[in-house]
């Protein structure tokens, strides 16, 4: 099966070719296919947004498309930043205006679960998109910590490693990622629904 992967990001196409090797999918970009789409994010949920930009990519292409939302959602902010994350300071604001908002929000906060989610979609046709879900279980600290990754990974401290996302490697993200939980789980529902095989 051959499938466009809705993005340009070198880092997540990696990762998903590592995740879905031997399940005989092949991935392809836009930019392979000279395609260049910006599918708007107005969907109220990650499911909303994941399931638009997957046919939005498919009707592009007319090839099975594979894409993603993903953010934080913090429990003492009733889920905020949610699908807001990457904009939560305002449109165009990035990653440590966002932080900044995030921390003043949780000033005083004694809750400060969180935890990252990532939804995948894969649109087979216009009428049959099969999705997935990761969850990553953190904590949100009063300063940012560490200067790798991106968003808010200075400050989602992992319990499992003891380090913010920005004091491990890109490789130890992710091992553990939302991301990598979500694809995970997607590709077992295409074994399961045999539409991939795996030795």
């Given amino acids: 099966m ?4 809705a993005t340009t990001n070198p880092g997540k196409i990696r990762e998903i070719s590592d995740i879905l090797s031997e399940t005989g999918i092949t991935l ?3 930019n392979e296919l000279g395609l260049a789409l910006d599918v708007e994010e ?14 939005s990519w498919y009707r592009a292409s007319s090839l099975p498309s594979l894409a993603d939302d993903s953010g934080l959602s913090v429990d ?18 990035g990653d440590s205006a966002n932080c900044e908002l995030l921390l003043n929000l949780m000033e005083g906060q004694k809750d400060r679960t969180a935890r990252f989610i990532c939804v995948v979609a894969l649109a087979i046709s216009e009428a049959t998109v099969i999705t997935a879900r990761g969850e990553y279980e953190g904590s949100i600290l009063a300063q940012p910590q560490g200067g790798n990754g991106f968003g808010y990974d200075p400050v989602f401290f992992d319990p499992a490693s003891g380090k913010t996302f920005a004091q ?12 990598r939980l979500a694809l995970m789980a997607l590709r077992q529902k295409l ?9």
């Fill in 168 to 179: 491990l490697s890109g490789a130890q993200k992710n091992e553990r990622s939302h991301r």
């Fill in 28 to 30: 392809v970009t836009p």
């Fill in 76 to 93: 003492a902010l009733q889920g905020r930043p949610g699908v807001l994350s990457a904009r939560f300071a305002g449109p165009g604001a």
């Fill in 191 to 199: 074994v399961t629904q045999c539409l991939v095989r795996v030795p």
């Fill in 2 to 5: 051959k499938v466009l992967v």
């Fill in 42 to 55: 107005t969907g109220a949920t990650f499911v909303e947004n994941a399931v638009s930009k997957a046919i």
